[in-house]
């Protein structure tokens, strides 16, 4: 993974944790990371009592120093951690979140956020947009208490058989690869089903690129990505790997998708394609 260039996400208002973290991560892979720090706020910008009774053009003139301040100062985490590289500031309205996203996503190899990130609905939400529907880059999801590494050694492939979840599998091949260990993980899917959805096809896919996979039918009644969670955690995972909205979007958020409840409650490090 050493040439692996590794973009990290961070809001405005959430501290430099989430960059530490990518950091740290990027310094063991060998790796370089590349980081943008974003701040979105609502436009038409009105100036009058519920703003202060500043002007517009005030709000966003000091809403810009404050960026610049922070990026100077995120600019200086990557320097402790003995990396090169600068803290990109992005400004711009909620709409535009997920296209500034992805345009930086597209010229990385695996885009990262943080706990802090993942925690603020708001803004996690278009910047997950912004990766995995606008981008061709797979996304990392890394929980707030967990140390994460690009160099896995026991990962659980979340499996169901359709696109998405080839895509992950695809995107992540090389982590697989320098495994230890492998699980593919069946969620309330019948062993009797077909190969494609049981898991034989995929298990036949990795063997031929040098990884051999233990399958592991689960079931419970909890939402999956917790059934996911706990079986991860209890083979002391170092990842979980899954495709991403296999349903709509809109369906997902409204009624608490797999990939929702990874984004909100990640206990491992998750990676995301679509």
């Known amino acids: 993974m050493s040439n692996t260039c590794i973009l990290s996400v961070v809001g405005v208002d959430h501290g430099d944790k989430d960059l530490a973290a990518a950091v740290r991560m990027t310094c063991d892979a060998g790796g370089e990371l590349q980081a943008i720090l974003v701040s979105c706020v609502p436009y038409p910008l009105i100036g009058g009592p519920g703003y202060g009774g500043d002007s517009p053009f005030a709000l966003i003139w000091e809403e810009h120093r404050r960026l610049e301040t922070q990026a100077n100062e995120l600019t200086s985490v990557l320097t402790a951690g003995g990396l090169r590289g600068m803290v990109t500031p992005v400004f711009c309205s909620s709409g535009q979140v997920s296209s500034h996203v992805a345009r ?78 492998v699980h593919v993980a069946l969620v309330d899917v019948d062993s009797e089903a077909s190969g494609e959805a049981n898991g034989a096809d995929l298990a036949g896919f990795l063997l ?41 979007r809109l369906g997902e958020r409204i009624l608490g998708g797999t990939t929702e409840t990874m984004l909100q409650h990640p206990a491992i490090p998750v990676l995301m394609a679509r």
């Open 208 to 248: 031929r690129h040098g990884v051999e996979v233990v399958i592991n039918h689960l079931h419970g009644s909890d939402d999956p990505a917790i059934v996911l969670q706990r079986h991860a955690e209890s083979l002391d995972a170092d990842l979980i790997v899954m495709g991403a909205y296999g349903h709509s």
């Open 104 to 181: 930086h996503a597209n010229s990385a190899d695996i885009t990262v956020i943080g706990g802090t990130m993942a925690n603020d609905l708001h803004l996690a939400r278009r910047v997950v947009d912004g990766v995995l529907f606008h981008s061709s880059c797979p996304l990392l999801i890394l929980p707030k208490r967990r140390v994460a590494t690009l160099r896995p050694k026991q990962i659980v492939v979340a499996w169901n058989g359709r696109r998405e979840a080839w895509i992950a599998v695809r995107s992540s091949i090389t982590l697989l690869q320098n495994a230890n260990r």
